[in-house]
């Protein structure tokens, strides 16, 4: 819990520091700063300037780009030597050309190994500035090996991946209920996050956090351009020590929305650098909503643009933190500031900030797959939604990301081909629609994201769909005509669609289906009778434990929507006696029954507030069923509930899942 809550509460904060390569402007060439004189590119090898098993590069390739005025220099020029086990040392010069020379050397008869690339800067034959590249051959690694391809693929020992993935896991704050059943969606997913609140591999990643290693590094210095404290630094070189060779880890989690606390990515830069010199076996993630600021410190980087779905009091729906677009620019934010070396992945909303604002929603299976298909549209490489066990809580989701996430296993092999997407001309009001277009083995794929709350059409026209007159739903039902590489398609808002050719899918679930059967889903929600359904903000939630937010008020919503297995609330600091309290200040319930549902409480004591003061008015010993079925003498009319719960099924804690009430 210590682990979550912060995330649901952090809001955007100015990150004052922009991470990049250092670059000296026009000054003094005899100044201190001639190692910042020029860069160097290591085009190839692609990934972290590694070669790795399997790979066969030929030649190491690159750029020399030179940062200070030419005028300065007499016949600028410069020289390459490689330098390392079987490395041809012969000296290449290269003449500059407006600022900037392409270098090829030699790397076929490379052995296992680390080589220096010597690299200098020379005016009128004279050394003017020189640096020094490390690039290393590596060997077979005791654990996995996981890169980033040229196509910004995640290839984990061998095999290129498309992320499907979730932080945290089915075992993290999943109601006990839930833990007892088979999920659908954990079959396609192919890499876990593991359990978010240690800083150990329990899963598939390593989290290197240093407020984790070294708290006090929290309050100051991580926000300052210095190196981390000796007890990180240790403290890391010791996790990766014991992890680095386990054949379950796949990355290192660096850090956790580092914009919200303005962490320095100078700061970052360091561990990044160590990570990498010690383990480079494993790309580093972080997760931001500002990852132009934070390229220089991760190999993925996974924006999360938050749309915050609310309903107000009217029934109107918008998006509180921004329109759809965010996708988009996030992603394409990821590779323009990385240059088209760090890989984007995407954490999309699939939770409620209800904890916070009365007036939150999860965000509906159409809002979600916008989010999914024009991040894929713009590049995105992967998915990694936060948080596992909340979705559960909207049938919308709990349908809607198992299907989401086949559908996705199902187009690896376009999402995993090396063949680019066509380019294409879209025409739609605003720019509208996000639009993907890919051909494999013959086979022709059209992503379309209607990004917009409205309705709208847009012509789409391509040389991928040159040779083509048909495309056809891939889970859908739609068909569109097409004519001279051109088609038209018709848009709901947010609206997504899928189009192949051949047709392919043919015996999935389709779109319209899956719809449907969520609208079944939630009508069976409301019970004959039960008087508190779809009611939870009207009534003033209290408990135990609040969890230490927002001055001890926490509205429990999720215990009165329909949901009988999904955690409404639980006793996480188990606090005596586990208690919930429910307030009436906009209605007063009249009900003869109650029903409580929980896989773990054991005895339940139903109190009721009576003429000033609270009375029992009913109570459960020894349950041992999932629901708890209170029936009352009399007809009950009351301003307030209380429910306790002295005991629990032994090795657990407190949970509630729903309370219904009634006539």
Request: aromatic residues 10%; hydrophobic residues 40%; glycine residues 6%.
């Amino acid at each position: 819990m210590n682990r979550i809550l912060p995330h649901f509460f952090r809001f955007p904060l100015v990150a004052g520091l922009l991470a990049g390569q250092v670059c000296l402007v026009a000054g003094n060439p005899n100044s201190a700063d001639k190692d910042a004189a020029f860069q160097v590119e290591i085009h190839q090898p692609f990934y972290a300037n590694c070669i790795f098993p399997g790979e066969d590069v030929r030649a190491i390739e690159g750029t020399v780009r030179v940062n200070v005025p030419l005028d300065t220099l007499r016949d600028p020029k410069v020289c390459l030597t490689l330098q390392g086990p079987g490395a041809d040392s012969k000296p290449l010069r290269k003449k500059l050309q407006q600022g900037a020379a392409n270098f090829e050397l030699n790397a076929s008869n490379l052995q296992v190994g680390e080589f220096q690339l010597k690299c200098e800067l020379l005016s009128a034959d004279k050394l003017f500035a020189e640096k020094t590249v490390t690039i290393r051959k590596l060997a077979q690694p005791a654990g996995s090996c996981v890169r980033i391809d040229k196509n910004l693929n995640l290839v984990v020992n061998g095999t290129p991946i498309f992320m499907r993935s979730w932080m945290s896991d089915e075992r993290y704050l999943i109601s006990q209920a839930l833990s007892k059943t088979p999920h659908p969606d954990s079959r396609f997913v192919n890499l876990w996050h593991g359990e978010a609140s240690t800083v150990l591999a329990n899963g598939e990643y390593l989290c290197a956090q240093a407020e984790i290693l070294d708290p006090s590094e929290a309050a100051t210095r991580v926000k300052t351009d210095v190196k981390p404290s000796p007890k990180v630094l240790e403290g890391m070189k010791r996790l990766i020590a014991e992890r680095k060779d386990k054949p379950e880890l796949r990355y290192y989690y660096l850090c956790d929305e580092p914009e919200c606390r303005t962490v320095s990515p100078i700061y970052l830069k360091h561990q990044y650098d160590l990570i990498k010199a010690l383990d480079p076996y494993h790309p580093v993630v972080i997760v931001t909503r500002a990852p132009e600021n934070y390229t220089q410190c991760a190999d993925i980087l996974s924006p999360h643009p938050y749309v915050n779905p609310v309903v107000d009091a009217k029934g109107r729906r918008t998006l509180r933190s921004g329109p759809m677009t965010m996708i988009r620019r996030q992603i394409q934010t990821v590779l323009t500031a990385g240059k088209g070396r760090v890989a984007p992945w995407l954490t999309p909303q699939a939770f409620t900030y209800s904890i916070s604002d009365l007036e939150a929603d999860y965000p509906t299976f159409t809002e979600f797959r916008c989010m999914i298909y024009s991040a894929i549209a713009n590049g995105c490489r992967g998915f990694y939604p936060y948080l596992y066990f909340d979705h559960f809580n909207s049938l919308d989701l709990r349908l809607g990301c198992d299907f989401i996430y086949e559908t996705l296993a199902s187009l690896d092999p376009f999402l995993l081909s090396s063949a680019q997407p066509s380019p294409v001309k879209m025409d739609a009001p605003e720019n509208g629609v996000d639009v993907w277009i890919k051909k494999v083995d013959g086979k022709v794929l059209l992503i379309a994201a209607n990004v917009l709350d409205r309705e709208l059409d847009a012509n789409i026209s391509s040389a991928g769909l040159q040779g083509i007159s048909e495309l056809h739903g891939y889970r859908e039902k739609t068909t569109a005509k097409v004519a001279a590489g051109a088609c038209a398609l018709h848009f709901a808002p947010y609206q997504v669609h899928l189009l192949s050719n051949p047709r392919m899918g043919e015996n999935m679930k389709t779109v319209e289906e899956l719809q449907a059967e969520i609208a079944a889903a939630k009508a069976a929600l409301k019970k004959p009778g039960n008087i508190l359904y779809g009611r939870g903000r009207e009534i003033q939630w209290d408990a135990s434990d609040n969890y230490p937010i927002l001055g001890g008020y926490f509205p429990i919503i999720t215990l009165t929507d329909g949901l009988c297995d999904a955690l409404g609330w639980r006793d996480v600091f188990r606090k005596a006696p586990a208690r919930v309290e429910m307030a009436f200040p906009k209605f007063k319930p009249r009900f003869r029954s109650a029903r409580i549902y929980s896989a773990t409480v054991e005895d339940l004591e139903f109190w009721i507030w009576k003429e000033g003061q609270w009375v029992k008015a009913a109570e459960e010993k020894g349950n041992q069923e999932p629901v708890i079925k209170l029936t009352f003498p009399e007809e009950i009319t009351t301003v307030k509930i209380k429910i306790l719960m002295p005991k629990v099924h032994p090795g657990l804690t407190a949970e509630l899942y729903e309370i219904e009430l009634y006539e």
